[in-house]
Nanobody
């Protein structure tokens, strides 16, 4: 049973930074394309960023481009999301997801595995 466990969320002031982590177990992360999604209260889940299995391809939502960076550490079987210049509208529960494919993906249904989420709150 593949498990994804996120951590690193919390409360931060606008303009601040956070780094989210997602540890993957029971599956080697180097075989998975990975992604980050988020869901704000009363809103649908939305795509944030994705990284190919090779780590060579990335895609970002327009709303986070230039502020967020997705990366992976295969030795630690861990996915990261570095979030800088945070804004109140970034407040949401952030989920990591994995898919047993090489290519990046921006649709939730394209992912096979999901974490439980970590709360990020940005105060103004």
């Amino acid at each position: 049973q593949v498990q994804l466990v996120e951590s690193g969320g919390g409360l931060v002031e606008a303009g601040g930074s956070l780094r989210l982590s997602c540890v993957v177990s029971e599956r080697t992360i180097s075989n998975l394309a990975m992604g980050w999604f988020r869901q704000a209260p009363g809103k649908d889940r939305e795509f944030v960023a994705t990284l190919s299995a090779t780590g060579l391809s990335t895609l970002y939502a327009d709303s986070v481009e230039g502020r967020f960076t997705i990366s992976r550490d295969n030795a630690k079987n861990t996915l990261y999301l570095q979030m800088n210049s945070l804004k109140p509208e970034d407040t949401a529960v952030y989920y990591c997801a994995g898919r047993f494919r090489q290519q990046v993906a921006i649709k939730g249904y394209e992912y096979d595995y999901w974490g439980q989420g970590t709360q990020v709150t940005v105060s103004s």
